[in-house]
């Protein structure tokens, strides 16, 4: 009996330190991405969106981990806020000066509409 107890708390162990690792390598590895979403955030540009929404997992995707920084608002959680803010698309980008961009963007749209800098090896 007591080696069936040393044996699942040894694979316990070994199970918890392998999730611990795992989170350490992928939680917070910057991201070339992380200064132009960081100045989206800061020029106060948000994304409209929905998770079931594929052009909106696409465009999340291309900002990879940055996407983080970006403000972003799950409008199924938060339809006052989308209908409020006029939006009847997904994506939608909104500008602090209210322009608003529907549909995909892309990164490169973003930045030109933005004026925020993307790295140079993604352009």
């Given at each position: 009996?007591?080696?069936?107890?040393?044996?699942?708390?040894?694979?316990?162990?070994?199970?918890?330190?392998?999730?611990?690792?795992?989170s350490?390598?992928?939680?917070?590895?910057?991201?070339?991405?992380?200064?132009?979403?960081?100045?989206?955030?800061?020029?106060?540009?948000?994304?409209?969106?929905?998770?079931?929404?594929?052009?909106c997992?696409?465009?999340?995707?291309?900002?990879?981990?940055?996407?983080?920084?970006?403000?972003?608002?799950?409008?199924?959680?938060?339809?006052?806020?989308?209908?409020?803010?006029?939006?009847?698309?997904?994506?939608?980008w909104i500008?602090?000066d209210?322009?608003?961009?529907?549909?995909?963007?892309?990164?490169?749209?973003?930045?030109?509409?933005?004026?925020?800098?993307?790295?140079?090896?993604?352009?």
């Amino acid at each position: 009996m007591r080696k069936y107890l040393y044996g699942i708390i040894a694979l316990t162990v070994i199970i918890s330190g392998g999730v611990w690792l795992e989170s350490l390598s992928s939680n917070d590895a910057p991201s070339p991405l992380d200064p132009f979403a960081q100045c989206l955030a800061e020029k106060e540009v948000a994304m409209y969106g929905a998770d079931w929404c594929p052009h909106c997992q696409k465009e999340k995707k291309e900002f990879g981990s940055a996407f983080k920084y970006v403000p972003y608002v799950e409008c199924p959680q938060n339809p006052k806020k989308c209908l409020d803010m006029g939006v009847d698309g997904y994506p939608t980008w909104i500008f602090k000066d209210g322009r608003k961009l529907v549909g995909e963007q892309g990164l490169e749209k973003l930045a030109r509409e933005s004026g925020c800098v993307l790295p140079n090896e993604e352009l």
